[in-house]
């Protein structure tokens, strides 16, 4: 039996998953990162890899066919010839790019998605400043460092993880004023998503019993993952992500972009027809809600809402200040006053502002012409509250539902197995 493995790193572990041809999984396993990961994350993910893919069982790992990575977006590494990081990973919401945005707004063309403190490419800029640079050679995205782990080709990516870099995923190459940058750097080659590299390096090979035809494929993001792992497929049906933060991705005919907003759309193919992902990516989520509830108090507390009573709560749920989308302010401080001494109301006003807030950025989509909202697949651990989905669809006006899967390591499974 042939296996097609998915690999899903986000922010707080990873997870692997293992599907056969008709889609069904066979095995799957996670890995919780520790509290310690943070003091070097880069060899930190790379216990998780090489965790996940020796926690299957053997008879799947002699069975696998293809393997593809989701990272999370504009989660970065700048790496020496030999593939090693040179300074620690900047994660996806690392702000050091307020330092280079002026730079950024010079070359850039006037509101591009790169435009924001936390862009792939703001993030690369900040490195070009810094004393180090000069023993970099390459610059990779999460996903692609970590297939390189595997697979052992450096300077590889795919456009759904390039496009914070300012690649054109429209003309499928990097525009003119990229090339221009003096960053002195080798920019990866992109992919498609999905895209057979190489085979897996013979000392992994032989390390984790995988066969010798095994392929590494180009990846994606965590969230398109998770999008693919819902079964959405038409135009006008979304899917939010509810993780640590909020991610909304809306299958749209037209492309809409516009950095004022935090909206960016990511290239979908599907068969001869070219899609849109268009939406954004909030900080606000599920990480503000662990922050003041266990899992246990959000599961009990959330069956004690009146879901038909309006919470009188208006907050702005961060952890700090600075939010990508609906509003893309890198200052916007926390709103989380007044605070109700009882705990099911504080929920609710919590539950309450962040659905108000995927509500605010669906309809920024649709101000912006994106493709009309009809759907929404719901993926993330925020997928299991129940009254939080009622909650939510009295926002949205529309039918939400729980995403067919919603294991992002799933959708980066089925995208092995289409290629």
């Known amino acids: 039996m042939n296996f097609y493995l998915g690999i899903d790193f986000g922010t707080s572990g990873a997870r692997a998953c293992a599907i056969d041809e008709e889609g069904n999984i066979h095995s799957s396993t996670q890995y919780l990162f520790p509290v310690s990961a943070s003091k070097d994350w880069a060899r930190s993910w790379e216990s998780a ?38 300074a620690p990973p900047l994660l996806y ?21 790169v435009v924001s403190t936390s862009s792939s490419l703001a993030k690369l800029l900040w490195w070009y400043e810094q004393p180090f640079y000069t023993q970099a050679q390459y610059f ?6 970590l297939a390189f782990l595997l697979h052992g080709k450096l300077g590889i990516t795919d456009y759904h993880n390039c496009l914070k870099l300012g690649y054109d995923v429209e003309q499928l190459a990097y525009p003119s004023w990229i090339q221009a940058l003096p960053i002195q750097i080798i920019l990866p080659q992109v992919l498609p998503p999905g895209t057979p590299v190489d085979v897996v390096q013979k000392s992994i090979r032989e390390r984790f019993n995988l066969p010798g035809d095994c392929l590494i494929c180009t ?11 819902s ?12 993780g640590s933060t909020l991610v909304l991705k809306l299958l749209s005919q037209k492309r809409v972009e ?36 266990s899992n246990e108090e959000l599961s009990s507390l959330s069956q004690k809402i009146e879901v038909n009573k309006k919470s009188d709560l208006n907050y702005y749920p961060l952890l700090k200040c600075g939010e990508r989308f609906p509003i893309n302010n ?19 006003g919590l539950l309450d502002s962040i659905a108000r807030i995927e509500a605010e950025g669906y309809s920024l989509l649709q101000q912006l012409r994106a493709t009309p909202l009809t759907r929404v697949y719901t993926a993330g651990g925020g997928a299991k509250n129940g009254t939080w989905t009622v909650i939510r669809q009295d926002h949205l ?14 959708g980066s499974a089925l995208l092995a197995q289409q290629r």
Request: charged share 20%; aromatic share 8%; with cysteine.
């Open 140 to 145: 990779l995205h999460q996903a692609d460092w």
């Open 49 to 86: 890899l090489f965790n996940l893919i020796d926690s299957l069982p053997r008879r799947v790992r002699e069975e696998i066919r293809t393997i593809a990575i989701n990272g999370t977006s504009s989660t970065v590494l700048l790496c020496s010839g030999q593939g090693d990081p040179v």
């Open 258 to 293: 516009d950095s004022r907003y935090g909206i960016y759309s990511h290239r979908f193919e599907q068969g001869e027809e070219v899609l849109w992902l268009t939406g954004g990516a909030s900080n606000t989520g599920g990480a503000v809600l662990r922050h003041f509830f």
């Open 93 to 113: 919401n690392d702000g050091v790019g307020v330092a280079v945005l002026d730079k950024l707004k010079a070359s850039a063309p006037s509101h591009h998605l």
């Open 219 to 229: 990846g994606t993001t965590d969230s398109i993952a998770a999008f693919i792992a």
């Open 231 to 242: 079964g959405a497929k038409l135009p006008g049906e979304a899917v939010t992500s509810l």
């Open 397 to 410: 006006q529309v039918p939400v539902t729980s995403s067919m899967n919603t294991d992002a390591a799933y």
């Open 330 to 348: 890198p200052s916007l401080p926390p709103k989380l006053t007044p605070r109700p001494e009882n705990k099911v109301e504080f929920l609710h």
